[in-house]
């Protein structure tokens, strides 16, 4: 399995509980969609599943790293593409051994990666976005464009595991025939969470989430 989630529960600071019993697998390559009612926590699920909160009860076992496509709502405006994408560090690196002001540590950051410039700007261009620079401030964005930079990092860190939480919400209609033929062709463990049923019917099942488990 690349994805097993067993008797997951999360309860919010004022120990009001969001959903118990949630309980599923992922085989590895499935491509799966989860639904449920609006509130029901599916997107709270997905960042527990990310590593990102901490459950309640439960446990979550996940055989690769996850790599998340999130729902956004201003939350990453202060920060730039490259930041939003965790690559501004080794970029800054890079730079700085290009020009001959690199130190040691710069070597240690980078770890190895020359040609992450290139890796980032073909898989801006990928997700037909190429006119955006990593330095551009994520609040100069459009919403569409936003969600692409987070696709594009799947050109770039080739994750085996994939969560996406509704990535088709600020998608025009190109966007969306690129993010349905990378699934198509993708060879990674994808779980989304999404409403959108054209999306859901290319996807091989779906769980229905509820309060108290997961179907």
Request: proline share 4%; charged share 25%.
């Amino acid at each position: 399995m690349s994805l097993q989630v067993q008797a997951l529960a999360y309860a919010h600071p004022n120990k009001d509980i969001l959903f118990q019993n949630i309980t599923f697998a992922v085989s590895a390559g499935e491509k799966c969609a989860i639904v449920g009612d609006n509130g029901v926590g599916k997107s709270t699920l997905l960042k527990i599943v990310a590593g990102k909160l901490t459950p309640s009860a439960g446990s979550v076992h996940c055989a690769e790293a996850p790599y998340m496509i999130p729902q956004h709502f201003g939350q990453f405006d202060s920060l730039s593409v490259a930041e939003a994408l965790g690559m501004a560090e080794r970029l800054e690196a890079l730079s700085a051994l290009l020009e001959g002001r690199g130190r040691e540590e710069d070597l240690e950051v980078l770890n190895d990666e020359w040609d992450l410039r290139e890796r980032l700007e073909q898989a801006l261009a990928n997700w037909d976005i190429s006119h955006i620079e990593p330095s551009a401030p994520m609040k100069s964005l459009s919403g569409g464009e936003k969600t692409k930079v987070f696709l594009a990092g799947l050109d770039v860190y080739k994750p085996e595991l994939v969560l996406m939480d509704e990535p088709t919400n600020h998608l025009d209609a190109k966007g969306r025939a690129l993010l349905n033929e990378h699934i198509a062709h993708s060879n990674a463990t994808i779980l989304i969470v999404s409403h959108d049923r054209a999306l859901l019917n290319r996807l091989s099942s779906i769980y229905e989430m509820r309060s108290d488990g997961m179907r």
